[in-house]
């Protein structure tokens, strides 16, 4: 009787986080590796899920190439409204991130 909630909640807890995975965390190793700062890389992870997780689920880096982003922001800056510096930060984000 008292199992059937909790099994419930178990089964949309496993749905939900198997939906999708969320861009992955900066790291102060990635920071390191590309020789930028850990707060730039994490600040572009936080813009990307705000800007580009509207439409569709925000991309992971891994999606695509380091050389294939910049022709991807190129479009989806757009799309997004980015400023200069947004879009600075997002790219960099993704960049470094496929290089894990
Ligand atoms: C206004 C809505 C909108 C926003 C905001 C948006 N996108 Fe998209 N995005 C789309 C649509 C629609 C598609 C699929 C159709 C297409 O490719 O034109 C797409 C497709 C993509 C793809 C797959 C395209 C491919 O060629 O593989 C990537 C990667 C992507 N978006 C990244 C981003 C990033 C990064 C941002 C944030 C800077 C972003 N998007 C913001 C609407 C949006």
Known sequence: ??????????MLVAL?????VTPPTATVA???RAQVELAQLQDGRALMVRK???CH??????DHTASEWPTK????????????EQ???IQQYLV???QR
């Open 16 to 20: 939900l986080a198997g939906c999708r």
């Open 30 to 32: 990635d920071a390191t």
């Open 96 to 98: 470094v991130m496929t």
């Open 52 to 54: 580009c997780g509207n």
């Open 87 to 89: 879009r600075f930060l």
């Open 73 to 84: 922001l190129d479009e989806m800056a757009k799309r997004a409204n980015l400023d200069g």
């Open 1 to 10: 009787m008292t199992r059937g909630p909790a099994v419930i909640v178990a």
């Open 57 to 62: 689920a925000p991309p992971m880096p891994k």
